[in-house]
């Protein structure tokens, strides 16, 4: 029998009718009229009621639509010229054709596509995500952020296949539809633009989270605003705030010695925490260190007028916290104090180890004098391809904002050969209008009866690919050369380049660095103390460093980040502060339970300090331990 009810189909309107022409008409039996009805409902998805009279099929008709019924009528037809040839006795019983292959390759995809499409029979998939009311409180819409037709989102909408679209409900909130053919499609979209509007939010919240805090706070009272030191490479901020002893108080320094208070240590963690919150979900090259430098007050109201002026501990404190802007420098040595340092490391052989200089490259040395640094020259163009410098012809014109460019190269020993090697030239892009990388952590914690700081600096560039740089910055840094007989004077440069009027009209500045890297026993943290030149032939200062070995890895999913996605890193504070200080990996399996802790994360809780965070302020302290025994206040060197 067939497996289509021919009753069931009579009196129904058929989509089609195919009269067999009486030449072609002969008899048949029902087995083959059943055969014939299955094989077009199995290949076409059409149901079919054959006509017949006194085992005579006279007529068929369709019951589908679309490419099943086109393909439905060629198999009819197909049938009606071959069926005049055949006697009744012929097809009486089943024949088994000759397996073909290529035959049935094309009829299994004949299938499958033809199951792909009975989805269009029913109503459309869709999904709606609801605007959240933190935006609709701040009377940000989705046109406001991803443009009027939510051209933003196009990559989303091409990458899955799916239609986006912005509706307002009758109570007037904002609320976004996604459709498509498959469901799957519409899930992947949805999660790609949940990402998308939780990143929306972090960005129109502005969660980062400032800490000011002055470690050595029992070891004075009063503040003392005294004169920058001459040897500083740049003289814009003058001022510089230093605590002063007191007999009443601590004795300087002891503070190294106190285990940090565990309120100090929750608020750093949350603040840090927030901080690469804000960025997980933001394409970019990052970088994260922990720099220890010079203080220096940066504000229109404090002058050189007011140097000598002594203030209140607790009202320093809250100016800083309030409209007078602190800045941790990336200095902290002029070059006699700096190569002090740098022997005082590698004496430090109860604390440090030696490492590779340059991470997975190149071998360990054998003791930590025998460190070779790696050299890195940073440069900053305005872009060449951009209007600069000219005059306009008829009227004047709003100059365009600025556009600069970053053009970075390092160079590593090679063991086998004993050479420096040049590495391939980095392009970056700077915001526009900015002059330095863009900042989106700011914790410093103050050593202020020495005038230091440890500021805690995530930054962030827009990388470029080589192909789309300017051919005369392309040019230059083909043609930078490291000199084969540097000899670390003070004043000589260790590269070489072409200095053509187009390279010299558009160079703002650069810097030529030294980066020297000793590891941290028992942990996966780094020490960097680095040589700084800053043309034009200025003497060198000496700026100190601390990073974890694995910070770089995972900040670098965000250079290749897809849009609408977020840097996979479990728990964040356990994958960056890991538990004792070693490698993340190795602890990746004791926190399952902490995995949702990020999706609740508030600038207003702050989470117990965890181990991670205790060991590398402990670590920190010791260095900064080291720091002071050799140099004392901050420029100067002890005896």
């Not at 099943?68 to 089943?94: C, D, F, M, P, V």
């Not at 002026?309 to 602190?326: N, P, V």
Request: hydrophobic fraction near 35%; glycine fraction near 6%.
């Amino acid at each position: 029998m067939s497996a289509i009810d021919q009753n069931a189909l009579r009196g129904m309107k058929p989509n089609r009718i195919i009269p067999v022409p009486p030449e072609f008409r002969r008899s048949c039996r029902a087995s083959e009229r059943d055969l014939i009805i299955n094989d077009i409902h199995v290949n076409t998805g059409c149901r079919v009621l054959a006509q017949w009279d006194q085992s005579i099929i006279y007529q068929f008709e369709i019951f589908g639509t679309g490419a099943g019924l086109e393909k439905a009528i060629r198999y009819i037809n197909q049938w009606i010229s071959n069926a005049h040839t055949k006697s009744k006795e012929s097809t009486a019983w089943a024949k088994t054709p000759a397996f073909d292959a290529n035959a049935w390759y094309y009829e299994q995809v004949e299938g499958l596509e033809l199951q792909r499409k009975q989805v269009f029979k029913g109503p459309a998939p869709e999904s709606t995500v609801r605007w959240p009311d933190e935006l609709n409180d701040q009377e940000v819409s989705p046109r406001d952020v991803f443009n009027n037709k939510l051209e933003a989102l196009d990559p989303i909408r091409m990458h899955n296949e799916v239609y986006i679209d912005c509706v307002r409900t009758r109570s007037s909130e904002w609320q976004i539809e996604i459709q498509a053919h498959e469901m799957a499609n519409i899930e992947a979209a949805e999660a790609q633009l949940k990402t998308m509007i939780e990143k929306v939010k972090t960005d129109v919240m502005a969660l980062q989270n400032t800490v000011n805090m002055i470690l050595d706070d029992q070891e004075g009272l009063k503040v003392i605003l005294e004169r920058a030191d001459p040897w500083w490479p740049n003289q814009e901020d003058r001022v510089v705030p230093r605590l002063l002893p007191s007999g009443i108080m601590d004795f300087p320094g002891s503070f190294r010695g106190e285990l940090m208070h565990f309120t100090e240590l929750s608020r750093i963690q949350h603040a840090f925490q927030l901080a690469l919150e804000a960025v997980r979900h933001r394409k970019g090259a990052y970088d994260l260190v922990i720099r220890l430098g010079c203080l220096a007050i940066h504000s229109k109201r404090i002058t050189e007028n007011d140097i000598g002026k002594r203030y209140k501990k607790e009202a320093f404190l809250k100016s800083i916290d309030g409209s007078l802007q602190l800045s941790v420098k990336k200095w902290f040595a002029n070059d006699a104090s700096g190569h002090q340092m740098l022997k005082s490391l590698c004496s430090a052989t109860k604390f440090l180890e030696p490492i590779k200089s340059a991470g997975y490259f190149g071998s360990i040395p054998d003791t930590l004098d025998k460190t070779r640094p790696v050299f890195r020259g940073t440069w900053v163009f305005r872009d060449p391809s951009m209007p600069f410098g000219q005059k306009p012809v008829t009227s004047p014109v709003v100059a365009p904002p600025l556009s600069l460019i970053v053009v970075q190269i390092d160079w590593i020993y090679d063991d086998d050969e004993s050479v420096y090697e040049k590495n391939p030239p980095r392009f970056y892009r700077l915001e526009q209008g900015a002059r330095n990388p863009k900042e989106h952590m700011d914790i410093n914690l103050l050593e202020l009866g020495e005038s230091r700081g440890w500021h805690f600096a995530l930054e962030s560039l827009n990388p470029i690919s080589p192909k789309s740089v300017s051919p005369v910055l392309a040019s230059f840094a083909k043609g930078v050369k490291m000199r084969s007989d540097y000899s670390f004077q003070p004043n000589e440069r260790f590269a070489d380049w072409d200095a053509t009027p187009t390279v010299k009209s558009h160079l703002a500045s650069g810097r030529l660095d030294a980066i020297y890297s000793f590891g941290v026993k028992d942990t996966c943290y780094k020490v960097e103390l680095t040589r700084m030149s800053y043309p034009p032939q200025k003497p060198p200062v000496w700026g100190l460093g601390v990073r974890h070995t694995e910070w770089a890895t995972y900040l670098g999913e965000l250079e290749r980040l897809p849009i609408g996605r977020k840097a996979d890193w479990g728990h964040t504070i356990t994958t960056f502060l890991p538990d004792h200080g070693q490698s993340s990996y190795t602890a990746s399996g004791e926190d399952g339970d902490l995995q949702l802790s990020n999706l609740t994360l508030s600038p207003d809780i702050e989470s117990p300090p965890r181990k991670g965070i205790r060991i590398l302020m402990e670590k920190l302290l010791q260095i900064s331990a080291i720091v002071s025994s050799t140099m004392g206040p901050a420029g100067s060197v002890g005896i």
